[in-house]
């Protein structure tokens, strides 16, 4: 908001006669603990900013956390001028998002660009890259049917020790899998 629409904004509520119901306030700290903002509206602090508009001792609540120095928009609760919660917006650091027991986590949105999202915690790591995988596997299958290719096309030779089935292996056997990692497979940005 620049200089010019902070003092408009300031006239109109010296000389209004209702309560502001809605105001632009700046973000001064976040307790994400509490889901809790202190917002400065001009020069005043105004503490326990609630991040969400409910009061609910349940744990499946969503909120926004915003960057700190950032622009909200804030909403008094029944024309209160100390209880009031945060309605919009301007730069969101994280998102909570919890129901059913799910938790996923969106940190540092840009537009369309998701940094992190956990669900339960990320106890079972990052989600599967679908297209590395089947790459992955696609090799192994092509192995293992190369493999029954050569045995197949063996013909057992009295008394040669194996040496015809060892010669027509040797081929596979030379070539190597490279081992899988984690890291491979995994979509580090999406825990689950």
Known sequence: MSKTQEEILK????????????????????????????????????????????????????????????????????????DAYVCAFS????????????????TEILLNNVENLVINNGENAGLVKVVELTEKLNNIES?????????ASWAPVAQDGGAGLKMGLNSWLGLQLTPTKQAD?????IKH
């Open 91 to 106: 730069e969101v650091e994280k998102v909570i998002i919890k129901a059913n027991n799910v938790e996923a986590e969106l």
């Open 11 to 82: 006239r109109l509520k010296s000389i209004s006669n209702n309560n502001i119901e809605t105001e632009p306030a700046t973000v001064k700290s976040v307790d994400e603990g509490k889901r809790t903002c202190v917002a400065i509206i001009d020069d005043y602090e105004l503490e326990d900013v609630r991040l969400n508009a409910v009061v609910d001792n349940n744990e499946n609540v969503s909120f926004i956390l915003p960057v700190i120095g950032s622009w909200i928009l804030v909403s008094y609760i029944l024309g209160s001028e100390t």
């Open 185 to 189: 497979l995994e979509n580090g940005i």
């Open 143 to 151: 192995d293992i049917n190369n493999l029954k290719q050569a045995i």
